[in-house]
């Protein structure tokens, strides 16, 4: 008899919490009290902050796609400078090399070896390139024209790598990326014999000796 | 007695003077180079003239030895009627100051040569007799000739001489003065005797080609009969300008 | 009575005393330039020589002697009648005969070549026809490959018998030959024959220099993608590297004792003039200053370096101590003179300098005067280089078209390209005499 009424008072307690831990149903009940005003004004705040939402998740969307587009961008340039990558390999010259249309010739009065202010756009445009790809490293050829003796020459080469060399350390490339190598007036890119061939032969360019 | 020892006296002072001479000739004098202009002659039919070119009687002392010279005179005579040459008149004054010079020249040369030899030879004489001034070498006519004879000589020994000198074209401007200095003894029929370098210039081959154009001359024209000597002596010196 | 005549004598003699010397003089000047003509007659081939064999030696000999500048050959080819049937060496004798062949020398000369083949004996009598006489005589015996070395030495001896000098035709010279990328380094005799192949890496292959010792050439070559500095032997063996220093190793230039080079180095990132022992030690800087500094050149003393410097403005000769120090501007005419060549007589200096717009070789004395111009006309003229005997200059010049090396006396006469090939020549090195 006593054990029943304790099963049954057990069941019953049971019960009980089991029906306090459902969900309590909450009744809201809106104030029927608030003004008009009131009302304007919290639906103001909302649209205000649902405005405020749309933008930043519009934001969030735009960095995310800017972001992406910069992704693709970084990648379509790599892609199109390893595109623009030839190898060289010359027989005489040991090494394999890389050439890319993307860094710039620069080029020099006759007898000078300055950098000159429309080269020095070339420059920075290639310093540039060099910072987006950190891990490439270049050699700077100085070159001359076919006027002048060939030992002079030599020197010559040498001091047209070296400014277009300090040009780019000046920009912040670290030093031990570039090096220089002068090639007097062996190597014309232009054997004609005037000057718009000399023009073009008393240069520094730039290759890429490893990436 | 007392004429014996003033001949002793005189005869030492004289042997003493002789000494200092032929001391003295061995000393290197300043030599005369003359550059024997080439004459024009023509031959004139106007008869030779006389300009009495007296000397300050320099009878040369070979007179004391023998009586030799008035023989010597004679060929030369005949010869003046000879050959009538007459240098072109408006050069007549300066040639003629130029002949004597020559003139001079020549007989010092001729006499000095007399001289050494009799030196060389010579037997201390007692005798001195001396013919008298008027038999002076200064013959008035026949002089001039024969000098402008030996003038003419020169010039053409030069011309030949400068005609045979040839230098290869790689050599000259590279040393800028050489001078060689050859002395050639020339013989009567033009053959030479000797010759040897007074100086070199230091490069052989110059000195060489020098000596081979004297060489290639060869033979030169005969002595002009009015030289009296078996030889003749000369110097010629080569330098480029 | 007798004092007045020997009283005038005295006098006389006094006179006599300041003519006593007066020894006539022939001033001559202006002598024709003219080639000494040496008659050459027929090669003999003793026995059974093949005639070929006298014609080659004809041949070499007869170039030898016109190539060194003393000498107009007169040929059999151009003899009169008698003479241009003779072979072989004239008797003494009968020099007179020679007479009207207008030469002033005769060369003669027969070779026998052994049965077997392999050796030879040359032999020559050179003569004096202008004093009928027999200068030298000599004959040399080798092998059938030695021919033209000693044919050569023959040349050279008459050039001594006549100048008093040996001549230089055994001498040989090395040069830089355009290939399809780059250069490779050749030599040739002086008479252009003989022309080899020493350098075979496809690079490109500059500025060849002879040891003194004629064993090895010291040059510049860009195969480790640097101008390095390199030696190689004579016949090409044994080829190895000798500064590798970053930047230039460029120009070597031996001094006259072969224990050290000097050259061009960049190790300051501008080229300045340092030197090297020959057994690998240093470098040492020589040269300082905000200039470029190039093409060193060695005095025969070893005491003096010439060499190229623009701290001036425009590259000019400058002549510094073998130490660097005594620094002195040589050139001061036009505003471009480079390529200093010393001359191994040592009183002259031969140099490009540029004038009117070309580049033409000049040479000029130690204190700066006495600047000769030696070339003129079409093309550009430059690296000058003095044989051993300081007679001759070897170039390169584009006069024809191409670049060749080209060699002239050393006053500009007969100036003729070393060699007859189609490739474009430069930098030319003279070595010394080969025995």
Redesign the interface.
């Known amino acids: 008899m006593l054990r029943k009424s304790l099963c049954i008072l057990v069941l019953m307690l049971c019960l009980g919490l089991i029906v306090a831990g459902c969900p309590k149903k909450t009744v809201m009940k809106d104030e029927p009290s608030v003004t008009k005003e009131e009302a304007a004004r919290i639906e103001a705040q909302k649209a205000l902050e649902r405005a405020e939402a749309e933008k930043a998740a519009k934001e969030a969307r735009e960095k995310d796609s800017a972001g992406l587009k910069e992704e693709e961008a970084r990648k379509a340039l790599q892609k199109e400078f390893e595109k623009s990558l030839t190898a060289r390999k ?6 394999e090399i890389f050439e890319s249309a993307m860094l710039k010739d620069v080029y020099f009065d006759y ?1 000078r070896y300055e950098i000159r202010p429309q080269d020095a756009e070339i420059l920075k445009d290639n310093a540039d390139l060099l910072k987006r790809f950190p891990k490439v490293k270049v ?1 700077i050829e100085g070159h001359c024209d076919e ?6 020459n ?3 080469g ?2 047209r790598a ?1 400014s277009a060399r300090d040009y780019l350390l000046s920009l912040g490339i670290s030093p031990d990326r570039v ?5 007097g007036e ?2 014309q890119v232009d054997p004609g014999h005037d000057e718009e061939a000399w023009s073009k032969n008393r240069r520094a360019h730039t290759i890429i000796v490893s990436k | 007695m007392k004429t014996n020892r003033l001949l002793k006296t005189s005869g030492m002072s004289l042997l003493l003077h002789l000494i200092l001479v032929l001391l003295l000739s061995l000393n290197p004098w300043p030599k005369m180079k003359i550059r024997p202009a080439v004459y024009t002659v023509s031959l004139m039919s106007f008869p030779a003239p006389e300009p009495e070119i007296q000397k300050p009687a320099p009878p040369p002392p070979v007179r004391e030895e023998k009586p030799k010279p008035p023989e010597k005179r004679v060929p030369e005579k005949p010869k003046k009627n000879d050959i009538v040459e007459k240098i072109k008149k408006p050069e007549k004054e300066k040639s003629l100051k130029h002949l004597k010079e020559a003139i001079e020249e020549i007989q010092r040369k001729a006499a000095l040569d007399r001289i050494q030899n009799r030196v060389a030879r010579r037997a201390p004489k007692e005798e001195q007799p001396v013919p008298p001034a008027p038999v002076s070498p200064v013959a008035p006519a026949p002089r001039p000739l024969s000098e402008s004879k030996l003038d003419q000589y020169y010039g053409r020994i030069w011309a030949k001489i400068k005609e045979a000198w040839t230098i290869p074209e790689n050599v000259l401007k590279e040393t800028v003065d050489l001078e060689t200095v050859i002395v050639v003894i020339i013989e009567r029929d033009g053959r030479i005797q000797e010759a040897w370098f007074e100086k070199k210039s230091g490069d052989e081959l110059y000195d060489q080609m020098a000596l081979r154009a004297i060489k290639k001359a060869e033979p030169l024209p005969p002595l002009p009969r009015e030289l009296s000597d078996k030889t003749l002596e000369i110097g010629i010196r080569f330098f480029p300008d | 009575m007798l004092k007045t005549p020997i009283l005038l004598i005295l006098c006389v003699s006094v006179f006599l005393v300041p003519a006593a010397e007066a020894r006539v003089y022939l001033d001559i000047d202006s002598p024709a330039f003219v080639q000494i003509p040496i008659v050459l007659p027929k090669w003999k081939s003793l026995e059974k020589t093949p005639p070929a064999l006298g014609a080659k030696i004809y041949e070499i000999v007869s170039n030898d002697l016109s190539l060194s500048g003393f000498f107009k050959v007169i040929d059999d080819q151009n003899l009169p009648p008698p003479l241009h049937e003779r072979e072989g060496i004239p008797r003494t004798l009968f020099l007179q005969e020679w007479g009207p062949s207008g030469g002033e020398l005769l060369l003669a000369g027969e070779v026998q070549l052994d049965p077997g083949g392999a050796y030879l004996k040359l032999r020559f009598h050179l003569f004096d026809l202008v004093e009928q006489k027999h200068l030298a005589g000599k004959q040399y015996e080798g092998a059938l490959q030695a021919l033209r070395g000693m044919v050569h030495r023959m040349s050279d001896e008459v050039v001594y018998q006549i100048t008093g000098e040996r001549g230089v035709h055994t001498t040989r010279l090395a040069y830089a030959v355009a290939q399809d990328e780059g250069k490779e380094l050749f030599i040739a005799d002086f008479d252009g024959a003989n022309a080899k192949q020493i350098t075979r890496n496809r690079s490109i292959n500059l500025s060849p220099a002879w040891s003194p010792d004629n064993k090895k050439i010291a040059f510049t070559s860009y195969l480790r993608r640097n101008p390095d500095l390199y030696l190689v032997d004579r016949d090409g063996e044994n080829f190895r590297l000798f500064s590798s220093h970053a930047g230039l190793n460029a120009a070597p230039s031996w001094s006259p004792d072969g224990k050290s080079i000097a050259l061009m180095m960049g190790m300051e990132g501008k080229s300045d003039i340092y030197l090297l022992d020959a057994d690998g030690n240093g470098p040492r800087r020589l040269t300082r200053g905000h200039g470029n500094e190039a093409s060193p050149t060695w005095s025969p003393d070893g005491k003096r370096i010439a060499f190229v410097s623009d701290r001036s403005g425009t590259p000019q000769i400058y002549i510094m101590s073998a130490s660097g120090s005594d620094v002195r501007r040589l050139t001061y005419d036009g505003n471009y003179n480079t390529n200093p060549s010393w001359s191994p007589k040592g009183k002259r200096i031969a140099f490009c300098g540029r004038a009117g717009g070309r580049f033409e070789i000049f040479t000029i004395d130690l204190d700066g005067s006495g600047l000769q111009r030696l070339t003129s006309g079409s093309g550009d003229n430059e690296s000058p280089c003095w044989s051993p005997d300081g007679r001759y200059i070897a170039f390169s010049s584009n006069r024809a078209g191409v670049s060749k090396i080209f060699t002239m006396n050393a006053n500009g006469f007969n100036q003729r390209p070393l060699t007859r090939s189609k490739g474009s020549e430069s930098s030319p090195s003279w070595s010394r005499r080969f025995e």
């Open positions: 010359q027989p005489g010259i040991e090494g007898d050699q006027r002048g003796t060939i030992e002079y030599l020197a010559l040498e001091r070296g090096s220089i190598i002068s090639y062996e190597r």
